[in-house]
């Protein structure tokens, strides 16, 4: 079992960034792929961007490709979001996922995804 815990939401004016945080339990943390996803009022969730296992590839949805970096940090059992150049219609609940791997899989499909946390509110003000 995995927990994933995410932190770093708030809220900034556009234009502005953040970075969020999400803090995973489990010693096998290096072999999980890693995703942000995220959701707005009264939409469905959406895949932002997925990480592989060690050594890593990377993978963004059109939305926030040039703007956001995933990245991970396999000692501190973390994956980060980097988000610059914020619009007010990145506004959403960000949840990251894991799924267990043996491969360098980037997986964009909620369903694929094994494990979530509970979300954090990014809120971008125009």
């Known amino acids: 079992q995995v927990q994933l815990v995410e932190s770093g939401g708030g809220l900034v004016q556009a234009g502005g960034s953040l970075r969020l945080s999400c803090a995973a339990s489990g010693r096998t943390f290096s072999s999980y792929a890693m995703g942000w996803f995220r959701q707005a009022p009264g939409q469905e969730r959406e895949f932002v961007a997925a990480?592989?296992?060690?050594?890593?590839?990377?993978y963004y949805a059109d939305s926030v490709k040039g703007r956001f970096t995933i990245s991970r940090d396999n000692a501190k059992n973390t994956v980060y979001l980097q988000m610059n150049s914020l619009k007010p219609e990145d506004t959403a609940v960000y949840y990251c996922?894991?799924?267990?791997?043996?491969?360098?899989?980037?997986?964009?499909?909620?369903?694929?995804?094994?494990?979530w946390g509970q979300g954090t509110q990014v809120t971008v003000s125009s």
């Open positions: 990480i592989s296992r060690s050594p890593t590839n990377t």
């Open positions: 996922a894991a799924k267990a791997t043996n491969g360098y899989y980037l997986i964009h499909i909620e369903d694929d995804y094994d494990y």
